[in-house]
T-cell receptor, first 111, second 115 residues
Framework: SQKIEQNSEALNIQEGKTATLTCNYT??????LQWYRQDPGRGPVFLLL?????KEKRKERLKVTFDTTLKQSLFHITASQPADSATYLC??????????FGAGTRLFVKA | DAGVIQSPRHEVTEMGQEVTLRCKPI?????LFWYRQTMMRGLELLIY????????DSGMPEDRFSAKMPNASFSTLKIQPSEPRDSAVYFC?????????????FGPGTRLTVL
């Protein structure tokens, strides 16, 4: 069955450093992959989408890479800030408009 | 736009009672999704609609769950009878197929507690 794995442990980094989150998947070839941010008590918010024919996508301090051979996506936040502290979810399109989400990685950025 | 609206925000009920969760998608969006989120299972897709028609309900856990979308601006998720294991946060999300992707806009969720 389709499976998405994200770092199960929380990631703690110092303000100003680059945070790197990993999303690995198996048994599927998604046409695109998305990253969402979720704050406590709120719904996920879309951040970035990367298609299977794109290697890298950037948006301000965010960067996403997509390696379809390794079946892996990396999500980077450069010059991280305490306000970046949240849970980040990886989401795969599995056909049509159906999406499955990873369990998420909690990021803590310390001042 | 007000975004996706869900009600109630919190619901506490007793086992065996009927629970109805409500959702108003973003105007103009033609897809609507219902998800359930728990610590153990993460965010799970329950069902999604396109133009008010259910497309995939394979995630609905059992017959106690049902969802309807009588028009483009309203959907309900009903649990009857409710059980303690149904306790979770239920999210509604909507999207629009203008780019061929399903970027979804989530509501604030309904936190359901079944005692």
């Amino acid at each position: 069955s389709q499976k998405i794995e994200q770092n199960s442990e929380a990631l703690n980094i110092q303000e100003g450093k680059t945070a790197t989150l990993t999303c690995n998947y198996t048994n599927y070839s998604p046409a695109y992959l998305q990253w969402y941010r979720q704050d406590p008590g709120r719904g996920p918010v879309f951040l970035l989408l990367i298609r299977e024919n794109e290697k890298e996508k950037r948006k301000e301090r965010l960067k996403v890479t997509f390696d379809t051979t390794l079946k892996q996506s990396l999500f980077h936040i450069t010059a991280s800030q305490p306000a970046d502290s949240a849970t980040y979810l990886c989401a795969l399109n599995t056909g049509g408009f159906k999406t499955i989400f990873g369990a998420g990685t909690r990021l803590f950025v310390k001042a | 736009d007000a975004g996706v609206i869900q009600s109630p925000r919190h619901e506490v009920t007793e086992m065996g009672q009927e629970v109805t969760l409500r959702c108003k998608p973003i105007s103009g969006h033609d897809y609507l999704f219902w998800y359930r989120q728990t610590m153990m299972r993460g965010l799970e897709l329950l069902i999604y609609f396109n133009n008010n028609v259910p497309i995939d309900d394979s995630g609905m856990p059992e017959d106690r769950f049902s969802a309807k979308m009588p028009n483009a601006s309203f959907s309900t998720l009903k649990i009857q009878p409710s059980e303690p294991r149904d306790s979770a946060v239920y999210f509604c999300a909507s999207s629009h197929r203008d780019t061929g992707t399903d970027t979804q806009y989530f509501g604030p969720g309904t936190r359901l507690t079944v005692l």
